[in-house]
C-alpha cells in the first residue's frame, strides 16, 4: 500500500502486531505492526550475546509494549495478533491499550475502553530459574529519581550496572558523575511512523515506561543481573484527569497498579529469578527531592528532568534547562523547600519561582485556577505542602511567582495544614510490595532520612 498524501485515521480497520524477532548474534530486535497493509518496524539494538529462551519472552514482552506507540496513528477498532497471546500476555496488552492510553483517548476525544483485540490463546510457558547473578541494574534518564537510587545502592555497597535507552549529553554526564559500568541501548522507531503524523496521523503520550522496562529487562537477563531497579514514586499513582468515567493519569506505566501488571506478567513468562520493581515507591516526589538535597548533591550540576533536554532533534534540544514547562515549574517547586534559593537557581540557570510569566502554570500544579499538566510532576496535594514549605524558608517567600500561588491557595481555602505535610513527606511503606527482602534495608534507610 503506497502512503497516502493525507492520512485519515478513521479509515484504518485493524491493527496488527505481525512479527518479532531477536538475532543474538548482533543484539538486533525488530518488533513489527501493520495498519491495514501498511508495514512499520521498530528497531531495537540490545549488546550482543547468544540469545536464550528468556530473551524470546522478553522479547513478546517489549514487542507489546511498543506496540502503543504505531496502535496512535489511527487508533482502529480491532486489534490483531500474529501467533496468538498467553493469558499474561493478554493482560499486559489490555492495560496497554486500555489505560495506558487514557491520555490518547482524552486528547483525541476517543472512547478511553480501548480496541477489541483478537488473538488466540498461546500456552503459558513459565520460565525457568535463569542463573542470575545478584545484580543491579538501574535505568538512568537523567533526573532526580534515578539518581536519589544510584546513591542508595552506592551507599548500600553495591556497584550496579548502569543503563539507558538512546544516549543524551545530560544521561551521559550523569553516568560519568556517578562512575561504574555503564551500557547504552538504542531504540530506533520506523521514521515513517513520523511522516504518518505530518500526514494526519493520531499523536499523544503512550506508555513509554513499559517500552524502557521491557528493554532494559532484555539488557539485565544478558549481563546477567537478576534485578532492574526503577525508580518510580508514589506520586505517579494519581490520576490527572477524568475522561468519560475513566481516570486517566499521564503516568500510568509509572503506577503501582502498572508494576504491579508488569512484574507480574515477567514472572509468570520469563523467570522467577528476575524481579522488576521500584525502589522508590513508597515515597512522594516532595521526600524524593528532600532525598536528592541531602545526598544526590555530585549531581547537581548535571542532572536535569526537563523533557526538552532529551528531544531527538538535536536542533531543539536544549542544555540542560527549558525553564518554561511544568517539569521545570515542578522540580523547582519540590526542591525549593529544602535548598536556599541560589542553590535552585544554579541548578536551573533561572529563578523559575519568582517569575510573574510562570504564576499559571505553576498554579496548574496546585490546581489554583488551573488544572494539573498532562506531565511528569507530584501530586496536587504534595505540591500545595511543597508551596507552604518553601514560603516557610527564608529566601524563598519574596519569590514572586511563589508568593502569588501561595496568596491564590490562602484564598480559596486550600492552604495545607501539618496532617497534609506529614502525608506528603512521611512514606507508605506498605507500598514496597515488590522490593525484595534484600533491598527492603536501603528502603528503611531512605525512610529514616
Known sequence: MGLPEVFEPERVEVFSLTDCDLDGA????????????????????????????????????????????????????????????????????????????????????????GPVIEAAGRPDRPGSPLGLDRRSLVPVGGGKDSCVTIEALQAAGEDPLLASVRRFPVIDAVLAR??????????????????????????????????????????????????????????????????????????????LAAEELLAGVIAATVGPDLAWYSLLRPFSELAICRLFAERGRRFFDVFSSCNAAFRLDSARRVDGWDRSCPKCRFVALALAPWLDRAEVVAIQGGDVLD???????????????????????????????????????????????????????????????????????????????????????????????
Open 178 to 255: 556517578a562512575g561504574g559500568e555503564a551500557v547504552h541501548v538504542g531504540r530506533a522507531l520506523d521514521p515513517l511512523l513520523l511522516e504518518l503524523n505530518r500526514r494526519g496521523a493520531r499523536n499523544g503520550h503512550v506508555p513509554v515506561t513499559a517500552v524502557v522496562s521491557l528493554v532494559l529487562c532484555l539488557v539485565a537477563v544478558r549481563a546477567g543481573c537478576d534485578r532492574v531497579v526503577m525508580s518510580n514514586e508514589r506520586s505517579a499513582s494519581e490520576a490527572t484527569r477524568d475522561w468519560r468515567g475513566a481516570a486517566v493519569n499521564h503516568q500510568w506505566s509509572k503506577s
Open 355 to 449: 517569575d510573574p510569566d510562570q504564576v499559571e502554570g505553576l498554579a496548574g500544579l496546585v490546581e489554583a485556577g488551573q488544572p494539573k499538566p498532562f506531565e511528569c510532576v507530584g501530586e496536587v496535594a504534595e505540591s500545595r505542602v511543597a508551596v507552604r514549605l518553601a514560603t516557610e524558608r527564608a529566601g524563598w517567600s519574596e519569590a514572586r511567582a511563589l508568593a502569588t500561588v501561595a496568596d491564590r491557595l490562602r484564598a480559596d481555602g486550600a492552604w495545607p495544614d501539618a496532617a497534609d505535610v506529614g502525608r506528603a513527606l512521611t512514606p507508605d511503606l506498605d507500598l514496597a510490595v515488590l522490593v525484595p527482602a534484600s533491598h527492603r534495608p536501603i528502603v528503611d534507610d531512605l525512610a529514616r532520612a
Open 26 to 113: 548482533t543484539g538486533t530486535v525488530r518488533l513489527s505492526y501493520a495498519l491495514d497493509d501498511l508495514a512499520l518496524t521498530e528497531v531495537v539494538q540490545l549488546p550482543p550475546g547468544q540469545a536464550t529462551a528468556a530473551d524470546e519472552a522478553l522479547v513478546r514482552l517489549l514487542w507489546l509494549a511498543a506496540a502503543p506507540s504505531y496502535f496512535k496513528a489511527a487508533t482502529p477498532p480491532t486489534v490483531a495478533v500474529t501467533g496468538g497471546l498467553s493469558s499474561a500476555e493478554r493482560r499486559l496488552l489490555d492495560g496497554l491499550l486500555g489505560p495506558g492510553l487514557g491520555e490518547l483517548y482524552l486528547v483525541n476525544g476517543l472512547d478511553p475502553i
